[in-house]
C-alpha cells in the first residue's frame, strides 16, 4: 500500500520562505515528484527526485531523502501567485500516487 | 504543442445516465492516465494505457466505469449508469520516455451527478 503524508495548510508573507515536507511509505520508489496546483485547475510538474539530495529550479528546490522516506519543497521569495495546493507524488514502477496535497496562503 | 485536451470541461447529468469523458493526449506520448479528484480522496489513479494497450485498472472503483484507448491520440472513460458519488474532477494525464517521466494533465472534466 502507499502512504504519503504532507500538512493540509500553511500561510506566509509574501517575500518569505515556506518549506512544505513530504514523508511517505510505499511498496516501492521509483522517484518523487512535487506539483503544483491552482484552484479550479489542472496540476503542473515542478520538480522530479530520484536521488538522495537537493534539486534547484529558480525560486523552488526539493530535497530527497531515500533512508528517511522523506521529502520536502522549498518555496523561496513567496509571491502572490504561489498560492496554491502542492501535491507530492512518489512514483511506483508507472504508477504516481499522490498526498493529499498542501494548501499555501500567500498574505501580503 | 497543445498539450493534453480533455472535453467536455464540465458535465451535468442525472443519476442513471451514461457519461462519456474524452481525452487527447499529447502527440508522440505513450503513456495515458486517468484520474480522478475530490475533496474526500484526493488524486487518485483511475486507470492507464501504454501504447493503447490498458495496464493496469485496478483503481477503476467498479464495473460502471470503463475506458478505452482505440489509438494513440484519443481515450474515453465511461461511467455507466452513473451515481451522485461519481461527481467529481476526471484528469487525464500523459508522459513520454524523453520526458524524465513527467505526467502532464488536461485542464480536467468536472462532472456533477444529480
Known amino acids: 500500500g502507499q502512504n504519503i503524508d504532507q500538512p493540509t495548510e500553511m500561510t506566509a508573507t509574501e517575500g518569505a520562505i515556506v518549506q512544505i515536507n513530504c514523508t511517505y511509505q510505499?511498496?516501492?520508489?521509483?522517484?518523487l515528484f512535487w506539483y503544483q496546483q491552482h484552484a479550479g485547475e489542472a496540476p503542473t510538474f515542478l520538480s522530479y527526485?530520484?536521488?538522495?539530495g537537493l534539486e534547484e529550479k529558480g525560486r523552488f528546490s526539493s530535497f530527497l531523502s531515500r533512508s528517511k522516506g522523506y521529502s520536502y519543497l522549498l518555496l523561496k521569495e513567496l509571491q502572490m501567485k504561489d498560492s496554491a495546493s502542492y501535491l507530492c507524488?512518489?512514483?511506483?514502477?508507472?504508477?504516481?500516487?499522490f498526498g493529499a496535497g498542501t494548501t499555501v496562503t500567500v498574505r501580503a | 504543442d497543445a498539450g493534453v485536451i480533455q472535453s467536455p470541461r464540465h458535465e451535468v447529468t442525472e443519476m442513471g445516465q451514461e457519461v462519456t469523458l474524452r481525452c487527447k493526449p499529447i502527440?508522440?506520448?505513450?503513456?495515458l492516465f486517468w484520474y480522478r479528484q475530490t475533496m474526500m480522496r484526493g488524486l487518485e489513479l483511475l486507470i492507464y494505457?501504454?501504447?493503447?494497450?490498458?495496464?493496469?485498472d485496478s483503481g477503476m472503483p467498479e464495473d460502471r466505469f470503463s475506458a478505452k484507448m482505440p489509438n494513440a491520440s484519443f481515450s474515453t472513460l465511461k461511467i455507466q449508469p452513473s451515481e451522485p458519488r461519481d461527481s467529481a474532477v476526471y484528469f487525464c494525464?500523459?508522459?513520454?520516455?524523453?520526458?524524465?517521466?513527467?505526467?502532464?494533465f488536461g485542464p480536467g472534466t468536472r462532472l456533477t451527478v444529480l
Open positions: 494525464a500523459s508522459r513520454g520516455l524523453a520526458d524524465t517521466d513527467t505526467q502532464y
Open positions: 510505499t511498496s516501492g520508489f521509483n522517484g
Open positions: 527526485n530520484v536521488l538522495d
Open positions: 507524488a512518489v512514483r511506483d514502477q508507472d504508477k504516481l500516487s
Open positions: 502527440s508522440g506520448h505513450d503513456y
Open positions: 494505457f501504454n501504447n493503447n494497450v490498458p495496464i493496469d
